[in-house]
């Protein structure tokens, strides 16, 4: 098995050492270690130059170009320099540590890739350089680690995975020289029943993305330039099937017999049609009888026998999780340390511990002076006076997390006003930009209801399905709250714990029932997450305000309030004062 | 300048294209925010917006692109020249000195002359100015956009400079909801919103891989291949433009409209103006004398779903409920 993957690997690098910028690129996870270093150095000697590394923390001006401060102080006049994505023009960027990569990066990489060109307007500099590169990213993301930004990872056409591929199963590789592939590519051409084989690969594999069949087709004319071939055949279309399509896939194919039409009519052909266009979309009826033909049946084929069921659910599962995690919203991030966060003014100052140098506005302070100081060109006369430097406000994230208690004794009557300040806080984190989690509990466990998220659809649709009754394991609820703010705290957020509970614990950690063991249990529970050091708080759901709730809240040292005196419109205001907001 | 994918190329879609074209007739109806599906084109859909705006007369050597008809009759008749319509592209990534203008470095450094360069806002003047990724925007460009976009004008206090100019853009955004949620008083800015989504049809989908594979071997080729339809286009928004002065809002469409907003508690008269500028400019592309049910219909939903006041509870999504209270109304 993993000798067929690392197989596929070396396939995947021959492709994409052909056309990096047709295919946008390889997504790689991997720890670092032998494999990936065997992989990368085959790669780079079929490339005509070698990949530029991309740091994880690059800045704007060294990624997409900007003002040249060393030489624009040297000339006396500005000086434009270019940045790594313009200087990776026909080439390959690595991106290392890419689970790493800040959204924001991302998404001007991605801008960039899609235009093939820079465009910059930074720093008194506006300029534009076309590029076309292909990206490797390097994913060394845990399970529980963010994954690569989508944004990237939509672009990028192949998918590897070395994680379970052990070092003495993958053999040192040379494929040699691919350069006759490359001259050959342009004259490479894909017939219409490879194009739809593709197509409709993609869609039985529960494919959504239309760069995929974009990007299978360029690996699918990469292979056939790798094979001598001008013409795309059933083979070159299977591996580009196999390579493009087996990561992504989301589930199997329907049967053939299960293959109905498509669940919506297909909209009306554009009426603007050009009538000397190549051949018109052909009819539906038409089109069917195409697409059962031994091509599609060829493709398929090829990314089923790459996909053992077994792992197919199982990367099923993985791909739903990482969705998830993607929704739950890493953009906006803020990095903590002295001179990072979002920058919220420039100031004239001299730059004190943790505070940068603003050259550009430092120099645009200088500049209107240089005659009267009798600056000798090229130097630019810099004095105290004109130094700026940059104030940015570091604020860490806060995600509160929700624990609602949707047991029977709780639930039914509270858990609207429950509901009612998880939205009203949902309003406010528009504004504020913070992050909601919920967790509920009930029966015998507590479930995540909602990942840390901003997004609303997610937290309505999660919500909406809260149901209520059965027993309060409220031990299970504390130490699940406890974990989930852990990891918020590593990602370096603020993690704030509001518990919406009567208290009445029933069911112990392990599961059974029994008051006396489940409330014992709840108790070193909450001595647990005092030790984390999360704030907490918690809110007496119960109709009077009863001891249990109370003791469990001083175990932790929350703050306690009990629900009467709280509406949902006081909770959230009260929420949002623990927040720092 | 790169070769941008042909408007006219777009495969289905038809929504965000009515959108951008309304857009292109009327600017007055605010600006488009295209949100939704990755790889669906909104971003192709803007670019290609430029190249069918028919050209704009201008005033010679105005940095603003300043409008001759604007200049008060007392002062010398100015020198004008035809120039196409700015489409000013604001990438992810520009700092503010950019975007609102700032001290020009140039001259400053070589010259010690304290000259005001202008930005991106100067030259988006009488144009569109285009966001995209607009939901990954820093908040302190967003703020600043919010103001200028509201005022229609650009005021620039920094470093020594004093400087105020006309800044009346369309404001078109794009980007994917899932990367983050808009901040609603952006949101409002923009006249119509439209929701992209992957195509499920299968010859759809074979269709726009095709042709998006033909621009990319040969965009010239494929280009001049789509000019005659690009070329119709553009005097569709030409003859539109002409019309729309003559379009005809009747009283009972005006109440259409306000019962609408009303029954869907859209906050404030923003949604029955832009409900009402849309249909008209609908019926000027129609060719239609008059507004009438059917514009209001097609362009409730655009005009109308990002002015719901969002309820996390409810589970139908904004177009779900527009299309609702459309169809009651209308019955």
Same mark, same amino acid.
């Given at each position: 098995?993993?000798?067929?993957?690392?197989?596929?690997?070396?396939?995947?690098?021959?492709?994409?050492?052909?056309?990096?910028?047709?295919?946008?690129?390889?997504?790689?996870?991997?720890?670092?270690?032998?494999?990936?270093?065997?992989?990368?150095?085959?790669?780079?000697?079929?490339?005509?130059?070698?990949?530029?590394?991309?740091?994880?923390?690059?800045? &704007?001006?060294? #990624?997409?170009?900007?003002?040249?401060?060393?030489?624009?102080?040297?000339? +006396? @006049?500005?000086?434009?320099?270019?940045?790594?994505?313009?200087?990776?023009?026909?080439?390959?960027?690595?991106?290392?540590?890419?689970?790493?990569?800040?959204?924001?990066?991302?998404?001007?990489?991605?801008?960039?890739? &899609?235009?093939?060109?820079?465009?910059?307007?930074?720093?008194?500099?506006?300029?534009?350089?076309?590029?076309?590169?292909?990206?490797?990213?390097?994913?060394?993301?845990?399970?529980?680690?963010?994954?690569?930004?989508?944004?990237?990872?939509?672009?990028?056409?192949?998918?590897?995975?070395?994680?379970?591929?052990?070092?003495?199963?993958?053999?040192?590789?040379?494929?040699?020289?691919?350069?006759?592939?490359?001259?050959?590519?342009?004259?490479?051409?894909?017939?219409?029943?490879?194009?739809?084989?593709?197509?409709?690969?993609?869609?039985?594999?529960?494919?959504?993305?239309? @760069?995929?069949?974009?990007?299978?087709?360029?690996?699918?004319?990469?292979?056939?330039?790798?094979?001598? @071939?001008?013409?795309?055949?059933?083979?070159?279309?299977?591996?580009?099937?196999?390579?493009?399509?087996? =990561?992504?896939?989301?589930?199997?194919?329907? =049967?053939?017999?299960?293959?109905?039409? =498509?669940?919506?009519?297909?909209?009306?052909?554009?009426?603007?049609?050009?009538?000397?266009?190549?051949?018109?979309?052909?009819?539906?009826?038409?089109?069917?009888?195409?697409?059962?033909?031994?091509?599609?049946?060829?493709? #398929?084929?090829?990314?089923?026998?790459?996909?053992?069921?077994?792992?197919?659910?199982?990367?099923?599962?993985?791909?739903?999780?990482?969705?998830?995690?993607?929704?739950?919203?890493?953009?906006?991030?803020?990095?903590?340390?002295?001179?990072?966060?979002? =920058?919220?003014?420039?100031?004239?100052?001299?730059?004190?511990?943790?505070?940068?140098?603003?050259?550009?506005?430092?120099?645009?302070?200088?500049?209107?002076?240089?005659?009267?100081? +009798?600056?000798?060109?090229?130097?630019?006369?810099?004095?105290?006076?004109?130094?700026?430097?940059?104030?940015?406000?570091?604020?860490?994230?806060?995600?509160?997390?929700?624990?609602?208690?949707?047991?029977?004794?709780?639930?039914?009557?509270?858990?609207?006003?429950?509901?009612?300040?998880?939205?009203?806080?949902?309003?406010?984190?528009?504004?504020?930009?913070?992050?909601?989690?919920?967790?509920?509990?009930?029966?015998?466990?507590?479930?995540?209801?909602?990942?840390?998220?901003?997004?609303?659809?997610?937290?309505?649709?999660?919500?909406?399905?809260?149901?209520? +009754?059965?027993?309060?394991?409220?031990?299970?609820?504390?130490?699940?709250?406890?974990?989930?703010?852990?990891?918020?705290?590593?990602?370096?957020?603020?993690?704030?714990?509001?518990?919406?509970?009567?208290?009445?614990?029933?069911?112990?950690?392990?599961?059974?029932?029994?008051?006396?063991?489940?409330?014992? &249990?709840?108790? &070193?529970?909450?001595?647990?997450?005092?030790?984390?050091?999360?704030?907490?708080?918690?809110?007496?759901?119960?109709?009077?305000?009863?001891?249990?709730?109370?003791?469990?809240?001083?175990?932790?040292?929350?703050?306690?309030?009990?629900?009467?005196?709280?509406?949902?419109?006081?909770?959230?205001?009260?929420? @949002?004062?623990?927040?720092?907001? | 300048?790169?070769?941008?994918?042909?408007?006219?190329?777009?495969?289905?879609?038809?929504?965000?294209?009515?959108?951008?074209?309304?857009?292109?007739?009327?600017?007055?109806?605010?600006?488009?925010?295209?949100?939704?599906?990755?790889?669906?084109?909104?971003?192709?859909?803007?670019?290609?917006?430029?190249?069918?705006?028919?050209?704009?007369?201008?005033?010679?050597? !105005?940095?603003?692109?300043?409008?001759?008809?604007?200049?008060? $009759?007392?002062?010398?008749?100015?020198?004008?020249?035809?120039?196409?319509?700015?489409?000013?592209?604001?990438?992810?990534?520009?700092?503010?000195?950019?975007?609102?203008?700032?001290?020009?470095?140039?001259?400053?450094?070589?010259?010690?002359?304290?000259?005001?360069?202008?930005?991106?806002?100067?030259?988006?003047?009488?144009?569109?100015?285009?966001?995209?990724?607009?939901?990954?925007?820093?908040?302190?460009?967003?703020?600043?956009?919010?103001?200028?976009? $509201?005022?229609?004008?650009?005021?620039?206090?920094?470093?020594?400079?004093?400087?105020?100019?006309?800044?009346?853009?369309?404001?078109?955004?794009?980007?994917?909801?899932?990367?983050?949620?808009?901040?609603?008083?952006?949101?409002?800015?923009?006249?119509?919103?439209?929701?992209?989504?992957?195509?499920?049809?299968?010859?759809?989908?074979?269709?726009?891989?095709?042709?998006?594979?033909?621009?990319?071997?040969?965009?010239?080729?494929?280009?001049?291949?789509?000019?005659?339809?690009?070329?119709?286009?553009?005097?569709?928004?030409?003859?539109?433009?002409?019309?729309?002065?003559?379009?005809?809002?009747?009283?009972?469409?005006?109440?259409?409209?306000?019962?609408? !907003?009303?029954?869907?508690?859209?906050?404030?008269?923003?949604?029955?103006?832009?409900?009402?500028?849309?249909?008209?400019?609908?019926?000027?592309?129609?060719?239609?004398?008059?507004?009438?049910?059917?514009?209001?219909?097609?362009?409730?939903?655009?005009?109308?779903?990002?002015?719901?006041?969002?309820?996390?509870?409810?589970?139908?999504?904004?177009?779900?409920?527009?299309?609702?209270?459309?169809?009651?109304?209308?019955?």
């Amino acid at each position: 098995m993993s000798s067929k993957a690392w197989e596929d690997a070396t396939l995947a690098a021959a492709v994409f050492a052909v056309d990096p910028a047709g295919i946008g690129g390889v997504h790689l996870r991997s720890p670092a270690g032998p494999v990936r270093d065997r992989w990368l150095a085959a790669l780079s000697r079929a490339l005509p130059a070698p990949p530029r590394r991309m740091p994880v923390g690059i800045a &704007d001006d060294r #990624l997409l170009g900007g003002l040249d401060l060393a030489g624009t102080l040297q000339a +006396g @006049r500005p000086v434009a320099q270019r940045g790594l994505l313009a200087d990776a023009d026909g080439g390959v960027v690595l991106a290392v540590m890419a689970e790493r990569l800040p959204p924001g990066t991302a998404a001007k990489m991605a801008a960039v890739m &899609d235009r093939q060109e820079v465009v910059v307007e930074r720093d008194g500099v506006a300029l534009s350089h076309p590029t076309r590169f292909g990206v490797v990213a390097f994913d060394e993301g845990g399970p529980d680690d963010d994954p690569v930004p989508i944004a990237l990872t939509d672009r990028l056409g192949l998918k590897l995975d070395f994680t379970q591929i052990p070092p003495r199963e993958a053999p040192e590789i040379d494929f040699g020289d691919v350069s006759d592939a490359r001259a050959l590519l342009p004259r490479v051409r894909c017939g219409d029943e490879a194009l739809q084989a593709l197509v409709q690969a993609a869609v039985a594999l529960g494919i959504a993305s239309l @760069r995929a069949p974009l990007h299978a087709l360029r690996v699918a004319c990469a292979h056939a330039a790798l094979n001598g @071939r001008e013409t795309v055949e059933a083979e070159d279309a299977a591996a580009a099937a196999r390579l493009v399509f087996a =990561p992504r896939a989301t589930q199997l194919p329907a =049967p053939p017999e299960q293959e109905a039409p =498509p669940e919506e009519p297909p909209p009306p052909p554009p009426d603007q049609q050009d009538p000397n266009q190549d051949p018109p979309p052909p009819d539906d009826e038409q089109q069917a009888e195409e697409l059962k033909g031994p091509m599609e049946d060829q493709v #398929l084929d090829a990314v089923l026998a790459s996909l053992p069921p077994a792992l197919l659910a199982q990367m099923q599962a993985d791909y739903a999780s990482r969705e998830r995690a993607r929704s739950s919203g890493k953009s906006g991030a803020l990095h903590k340390g002295g001179h990072r966060g979002r =920058p919220s003014g420039i100031r004239r100052g001299e730059p004190k511990a943790g505070q940068r140098l603003n050259l550009i506005a430092t120099l645009r302070a200088a500049a209107p002076w240089q005659r009267v100081r +009798g600056a000798i060109k090229p130097r630019v006369q810099v004095r105290p006076d004109d130094f700026h430097v940059t104030h940015y406000r570091q604020r860490r994230e806060t995600t509160t997390i929700f624990v609602v208690d949707a047991s029977g004794s709780s639930a039914l009557n509270r858990m609207a006003e429950a509901k009612g300040a998880v939205e009203l806080l949902l309003a406010d984190c528009y504004v504020r930009r913070d992050k909601v989690a919920v967790i509920a509990f009930r029966g015998k466990a507590a479930e995540l209801l909602l990942p840390p998220t901003r997004s609303l659809v997610r937290a309505k649709r999660s919500l909406a399905g809260l149901p209520g +009754g059965g027993g309060t394991p409220l031990a299970a609820a504390v130490d699940a709250a406890g974990a989930l703010a852990e990891s918020i705290r590593r990602r370096g957020d603020t993690p704030l714990v509001v518990f919406l509970t009567d208290g009445r614990a029933n069911v112990a950690l392990d599961g059974t029932g029994g008051r006396p063991k489940a409330e014992a &249990d709840a108790l &070193d529970a909450a001595k647990r997450m005092l030790a984390s050091g999360a704030a907490t708080m918690l809110i007496d759901t119960s109709p009077q305000p009863a001891a249990q709730a109370r003791k469990i809240a001083g175990a932790m040292q929350a703050t306690y309030m009990p629900l009467p005196y709280a509406g949902a419109q006081t909770l959230s205001q009260v929420v @949002r004062a623990r927040a720092g907001g | 300048m790169k070769l941008t994918y042909p408007f006219s190329a777009i495969v289905g879609q038809d929504e965000m294209k009515l959108a951008i074209l309304i857009a292109a007739v009327d600017p007055s109806v605010g600006g488009v925010l295209v949100f939704g599906d990755r790889g669906t084109g909104k971003s192709t859909a803007v670019r290609a917006l430029a190249a069918l705006l028919p050209k704009m007369k201008a005033v010679v050597g !105005c940095p603003y692109n300043r409008d001759p008809a604007l200049e008060p $009759a007392d002062a010398p008749k100015p020198k004008t020249h035809q120039v196409p319509v700015p489409v000013v592209d604001l990438p992810l990534g520009a700092t503010e000195d950019r975007v609102v203008g700032a001290l020009d470095l140039e001259r400053a450094l070589s010259q010690g002359v304290k000259a005001f360069e202008p930005g991106l806002l100067a030259r988006a003047n009488r144009g569109f100015l285009y966001i995209d990724e607009v939901n990954l925007l820093e908040d302190h460009l967003v703020d600043l956009l919010i103001d200028v976009a $509201a005022s229609g004008e650009n005021v620039v206090e920094r470093e020594g400079l004093s400087v105020r100019h006309p800044a009346r853009f369309v404001l078109v955004g794009s980007g994917n909801p899932e990367e983050g949620e808009l901040r609603p008083q952006l949101l409002d800015r923009f006249g119509l919103s439209v929701e992209v989504k992957t195509p499920t049809d299968i010859p759809v989908r074979i269709e726009i891989v095709r042709r998006r594979d033909a621009f990319e071997r040969d965009p010239e080729g494929f280009t001049e291949k789509w000019k005659a339809e690009d070329d119709k286009i553009r005097r569709r928004i030409l003859a539109a433009r002409k019309r729309l002065e003559d379009v005809q809002v009747p009283d009972a469409a005006l109440e259409r409209a306000a019962q609408l !907003c009303m029954k869907l508690g859209t906050d404030g008269l923003r949604g029955e103006l832009t409900l009402m500028r849309a249909a008209r400019a609908l019926a000027a592309i129609d060719g239609d004398k008059a507004v009438g049910d059917s514009q209001l219909k097609r362009i409730a939903a655009p005009a109308l779903r990002h002015r719901l006041r969002r309820n996390v509870l409810d589970d139908a999504g904004s177009t779900v409920r527009v299309d609702r209270a459309v169809q009651e109304l209308f019955a």
